[in-house]
């Protein structure tokens, strides 16, 4: 074969070699974000199931086996977390139900879920409405502390809506099973006060006395031992935070 003959098989070697890398550079990210965006639902396997099954029973919507097969009860497990947050109580963990879930990889991006309702997950809060339900937790929990009592248990359960150990919506923290005793036992709907709707607007607002808490607690009450193995920060009122 000539010189010219091999130079010429080389050129057409790389010029393959470069379409190839390029194509697989396109279309990488594209599988990527196609299996990042998978829908899930009854019938689904694998280890996207067994994720959401994991984040379900840590907040305490899912008391099956977590296996990565998406059953009856990952099926009525998905629709109690929709329908506390005010999504399409479908059973069917799309683009929406997945950002409440904090299965989008960790990034923040904004969303649309049910009823129009605009937010940024983790870590979602809205406004006014928002306002309202972490005011009347504040007045469930803390109606007999001082205003800055009001203003840490409002800080606390923001900070909880901050941190991947939680739902990551205002009222999927506020409605997790059993974590407020006023939201469980009702106390939590009495009338408002103007206190408490200042405190939660401040606690929007990003202010909190309690330096990152995301626990608090009466030590004048029962309790669960496990409470006393966290990491106490300040006491404010009658009231213990920790983190």
Same mark, same amino acid.
């Given at each position: 074969?000539?010189?010219?003959?091999?130079?010429?098989?080389?050129?057409?070697?790389?010029?393959?070699?470069?379409?190839?890398?390029?194509?697989?550079?396109?279309?990488?990210?594209?599988?990527?974000?196609?299996?990042?965006?998978?829908?899930?639902?009854?019938?689904?396997?694998?280890?996207?199931?067994?994720?959401?099954?994991?984040?379900?029973?840590?907040?305490?919507?899912?008391?099956?086996?977590?296996?990565?097969?998406?059953? =009856?009860? $990952?099926?009525?497990?998905?629709?109690?977390?929709?329908?506390?947050?005010? +999504? &399409? !109580?479908?059973?069917?963990?799309? #683009?929406?139900?997945?950002?409440?879930?904090?299965?989008?990889?960790?990034?923040?991006?904004?969303?649309?879920?049910?009823?129009?309702?605009?937010?940024?997950?983790?870590?979602?809060?809205?406004?006014?409405?928002?306002?309202?339900?972490?005011?009347?937790?504040?007045?469930?929990?803390?109606?007999?502390?001082?205003?800055?009592?009001?203003?840490?248990?409002?800080?606390?359960?923001?900070?909880?809506?901050?941190?991947?150990?939680?739902?990551?919506?205002?009222?999927?923290?506020?409605?997790?099973?059993?974590?407020?005793? =006023?939201? $469980?036992?009702?106390?939590?709907?009495?009338?408002?006060?103007?206190?408490? +709707? &200042? !405190?939660?607007?401040?606690?929007? #607002?990003?202010?909190?006395?309690?330096?990152?808490?995301?626990?608090?607690?009466?030590?004048?009450?029962?309790?669960?031992?496990?409470?006393?193995?966290?990491?106490?920060?300040?006491?404010?009122?009658?009231?213990?935070?920790?983190?």
């Amino acid at each position: 074969m000539s010189t010219c003959g091999i130079v010429k098989k080389i050129k057409v070697a790389m010029l393959s070699t470069i379409i190839i890398i390029s194509a697989a550079l396109i279309l990488l990210p594209s599988s990527a974000a196609q299996a990042q965006d998978k829908t899930l639902y009854w019938g689904s396997r694998g280890s996207e199931v067994t994720a959401l099954q994991q984040k379900l029973k840590q907040w305490g919507y899912y008391h099956g086996f977590v296996d990565g097969s998406y059953g =009856s009860a $990952t099926y009525q497990a998905v629709r109690d977390f929709q329908r506390k947050n005010g +999504l &399409r !109580a479908d059973g069917i963990v799309g #683009a929406n139900t997945r950002a409440a879930l904090g299965m989008g990889g960790g990034q923040n991006k904004t969303v649309t879920g049910g009823a129009d309702r605009k937010y940024v997950a983790p870590g979602f809060v809205e406004t006014s409405r928002d306002i309202q339900l972490l005011a009347r937790v504040i007045e469930g929990e803390a109606a007999n502390e001082p205003y800055y009592g009001k203003l840490a248990v409002g800080a606390v359960i923001l900070n909880r809506v901050k941190s991947s150990a939680f739902p990551n919506t205002l009222s999927g923290v506020v409605y997790q099973p059993h974590a407020f005793e =006023s939201v $469980t036992n009702g106390q939590y709907a009495r009338p408002l006060t103007n206190e408490s +709707l &200042r !405190a939660a607007s401040q606690a929007m #607002a990003g202010m909190d006395p309690t330096g990152g808490a995301t626990f608090f607690w009466n030590p004048s009450k029962r309790v669960s031992p496990w409470i006393w193995t966290r990491n106490i920060i300040t006491s404010i009122g009658r009231h213990i935070f920790a983190r």
